[in-house]
């Protein structure tokens, strides 16, 4: 029999030109905080999910606009949710990211059992990283963006850090960090440096490169014994008790970290 031609292959550029590109089905139900991705993952595969009716078994399905999506048969509504950020203190001895390390555990160990089930259904992404013994500030957003906007060197929003270090600090030591110093990895930018004591030294810093406050100083001989984060933008950590968050307000995520998130910041 003569071979069929092939059908024309519709360019995916050109398949969704002029509409609404849909997004797919698992992430539409962590950004909409029904599920975190993992457990929306799961529950797809389970069968547990229909779109218009129909039972979705695959992750990357995906979900045109105005589509009727139930989970267990109940309607859950997706769509991008308001912008929430924590603030969460972060203590000694935990990792920054999503896997533990040998027997290191992570911050998102510590993090996630406490939050109520109106934050619990979301994915949570770190707005950049503190090492394993630095303790301190670190914020938690479900808006992807914001992480892009609160990491980048463009934005020049300040971190704050108070460092304790061996030998003993003065302002003549500091004054490479003020001026501008050259690291290994390229220039560094003027920081906001205050003498404290002569062991603790308070650097506020417009980047956020790997290992920075730590390096600066090494590099004028003050080598730090320990690095505690105290604010990001105008976000101080206060009194926050060690190891537990407060979900910070739509006010506070414009004025202090200068986002406009998606819609009010109140569950």
Same mark, same amino acid.
Not at 48 to 65: D, E, Q
Not at 114 to 131: F, I, N
Not at 231 to 257: M, N, Y
């Given at each position: 029999?003569? &071979? ?11 398949? +969704? ?6 997004? +797919?089905?698992? &992430? ?65 001895? /935990? ?9 290191? $555990? ?17 994915? +949570? ?6 090492? /394993? ?74 980047? $956020? ?22 604010? /990001? ?35």
């Amino acid at each position: 029999m003569p &071979r069929k031609p092939d059908k024309p292959k519709i360019p995916t550029h050109k398949r +969704w030109e002029g509409k609404e590109k849909p997004d +797919w089905l698992s &992430r539409a139900l962590s950004r909409a905080g029904v599920f975190p991705q993992e457990e929306a993952e799961h529950a797809i595969a389970a069968g547990r999910v229909s779109i218009n009716g129909r039972v979705a078994k695959m992750a990357l399905t995906p979900v045109p606009p105005g589509s009727v999506v139930k989970v267990d048969g109940l309607v859950v509504q997706l769509g991008a949710p308001a912008t929430r950020v924590l603030a969460f203190h972060k203590p000694a001895g /935990v990792l920054s990211s999503t896997a533990r390390q040998h027997r290191t $555990g992570t911050v998102f160990e510590v993090l996630l059992p406490q939050l109520p089930p109106e934050l619990a259904g979301y994915t +949570w992404h770190a707005v950049g990283r503190l090492d /394993v013994e630095s303790t301190g500030l670190l914020l938690f957003t479900n808006d992807d963006k914001l992480v892009a906007h609160a990491t980048s060197p463009d934005t020049r929003l300040p971190k704050r850090y108070v460092a304790t270090v061996f030998s003993t600090a003065s302002d003549e030591k500091v004054e490479p960090l003020r001026k501008g110093m050259t690291l290994d990895d390229g220039p560094a930018r003027p920081a906001k440096v205050v003498v404290r004591d002569e062991h603790t030294v308070e650097v506020t810093i417009t980047e $956020g490169r790997n290992h920075q406050v730590k390096r600066m100083l090494g590099a004028v001989g003050l080598p730090v014994r320990a690095l505690h984060r105290e604010a /990001v933008g105008d976000i101080v950590l206060d009194d926050l008790p060690e190891g537990t968050f407060r979900l910070l307000t739509d006010e506070e995520v414009r004025e202090g970290l200068k986002y406009e998130g998606r819609g009010a910041a109140e569950p």
